[in-house]
Nanobody, 124 residues
Framework: QVHVMESGGGLVQPGGSLRLSCAAS????????MGWYRQAPGMQRELVAATFTRGSTNYADFVKGRFTISRDNAKNTVYLQMNNLKPEDTAVYYC??????????????????WGQGSQVTVSS
């Protein structure tokens, strides 16, 4: 089984910074993709940033230049450093990770798991 656990988040003033962490654990053969989504009240969940096995990244336009996604492959962990936060960044942030594991029969299979969500509130 694969488990995904997020940490970080909280309340910060506009212009402040926060860092989110997301660690995947369990019987992981390899992780192909790790990313962050967010969902504000009454809005659809949207992709914020993603990182792939070989280190390439992509960002939503609304966070370019302010957020940085990074990954520690040895720890199966992805981070989201959020700087110059704005009130419109307020949302629940979700980690998502996709890769390969071995099931109970020993066969390789794909997994795609979400974290539990972390509230980020930007307010003065």
């Amino acid at each position: 089984q694969v488990h995904v656990m997020e940490s970080g988040g909280g309340l910060v003033q506009p212009g402040g910074s926060l860092r989110l962490s997301c660690a995947a654990s369990g019987n992981i053969l390899n992780i192909v993709w790790m990313g962050w989504y967010r969902q504000a009240p009454g809005m659809q969940r949207e992709l914020v940033a993603a990182t792939f096995t070989r280190g390439s990244t992509n960002y939503a336009d609304f966070v370019k230049g302010r957020f940085t996604i990074s990954r520690d492959n040895a720890k199966n962990t992805v981070y989201l450093q959020m700087n110059n936060l704005k009130p419109e960044d307020t949302a629940v942030y979700y980690c998502r990770t996709s890769g390969y594991t071995r099931n109970e029969s020993g066969a390789m299979e794909r997994f795609d798991h979400w974290g539990q969500g972390s509230q980020v509130t930007v307010s003065s």
